[in-house]
């Protein structure tokens, strides 16, 4: 059974980067897609960031485009979310879901999050000065 787990989350002020993980193990993340959700307080959990496994596309929500970059390290069966100029309105916890998909070869940080079928524990972000 396939198992994520986030780490990297922290306090930082305004202006700061933070790298979060995402490691998985009990199976490989070959024909997944792997997203970044964020959920603050009172607010919907949403996409922020999404990588196809295999093929390393990628796309982003508006709201971080140019400030967040996703990766992926196959060795270590690990998805990064390297976030730069973090604002106050990023803090929220950050969660890594992932959903298989053999049939594609791209990604959309905007699809359903009924889809996804593993979900991480979340780590907290907070950007405050």
């Known amino acids: 059974q396939l198992q994520l787990v986030e780490s990297g989350g922290d306090l930082v002020q305004p202006g700061g980067s933070l790298r979060l993980s995402c490691v998985a193990s009990g199976g490989t993340l070959d024909h997944y897609i792997i997203t970044w959700f964020r959920q603050a307080p009172g607010e919907e959990r949403e996409g922020v960031s999404c990588?196809?496994?295999?093929?390393?596309?990628?796309n982003y929500a508006d709201s971080v485009w140019g400030r967040f970059t996703i990766s992926r390290d196959s060795a270590k069966n690990t998805v990064y979310l390297q976030m730069n100029s973090l604002k106050p309105e990023d803090t929220a916890i950050y969660y890594c879901?992932?959903?298989?998909?053999?049939?594609?070869?791209?990604?959309?940080?905007?699809?359903?999050?009924?889809?996804?079928?593993?979900w991480g524990q979340g780590t907290q972000v907070t950007v405050s000065s």
């Open positions: 879901a992932a959903y298989l998909n053999p049939n594609t070869r791209i990604c959309l940080a905007d699809t359903d999050k009924g889809r996804y079928t593993h």
């Open positions: 990588i196809n496994y295999n093929t390393d596309a990628r």
